[in-house]
């Protein structure tokens, strides 16, 4: 029997944040309670430097397994092409088979958001509603769209490097989001104005400052998926009661962590957890409504299989 192929839209169509975001959730626990059998990712770079090449393969404590093969690229001002792309592959785990091939861009564009929603959810204060995104691309379009079903936005402010940019995505976000959206004229009133704050750019070295930050404010980190890039200054780590995905991830690859570290702001301890512990209440999250919390996302295998097989059952 061939395996069957699902693509962008019959993805977007059942895998919605309603329904991704309690995934996640489920991914997570399963991350830091030993539910899932995941290497380190391997991330190999490529050699015209216009990109990378990611590997991440994962066997889930019921023997469902699978593997995500995907590219990042950072394409050229005004292509169509997505940031991420690549496929998602389903095993029977009875007969070892591929049953099901999936878009990975897709289900990467919306298990990235709905983590981050996820986590909003867990660690931001109950009353906080004034989200601010860095980045213009599909990211942040999903984070908007992801953070809009766990909190009841007052405001959405965007930044972007590029002005017009965000002004595009404002538009095209007030189109289906009864919520006033403004696009950040400076970006340390805009962070010093936010509660929940989410980076999702490309940048190389950090946009966003602990310095601006607000008292209670809460950061997903989430474009910087690599050693490498950094979105937010060693301040803002320094600052925070910093949680993350994976712990073992993030201190190989996880650079505003291994930045903070290396500057002697930090060590190895300033990680209070991964989100599935909060989750499963062995660690505390927020600890009081004048507290910064971060997240950092690397993304993990466990999330695009959660993700896939949700996809999959949901159409068989």
Known sequence: MEPRFIGREEIRR????????????????????????QPPRQILPLVSGKGVFGIMPGVIADDRFGAKLISAFNHAKGSDLPAHQGVVVLFDPLTGSPVCILDAGEITRIRTAAASAMATDVLARPDAGELLV????EQAEAHVRAIATVRPLRRIVLWGRNPANARRLADTLAATIAVPIEVAAALPFAAAQADIICTTTAAAEPVLQGAWLSDGAHVNIVGSSRAGPSEVDDDLVARSRYFVDSRENVMAQGTEFLRARAAGRIDDAHIVGEIGEVLAGRVGGRQ?????????????????????????????
């Not at 895998?15 to 991914?27: D, G, H, Q, Y």
């Not at 860095?134 to 691309?137: I, V």
């Open 14 to 37: 059942v895998l919605t944040f309603e329904a991704c975001t309690p995934l996640m959730r489920e991914a997570m626990a399963a991350v830091s309670s030993g539910g899932i059998n």
């Open 288 to 316: 009081s409504g004048s507290e910064i919390t971060a997240y950092k996302s690397l993304g993990s295998v466990a999330q695009d299989l959660w993700a896939g097989w949700h996809v999959f059952r949901a159409l068989q």
């Open 134 to 137: 860095l980045g213009t691309g």
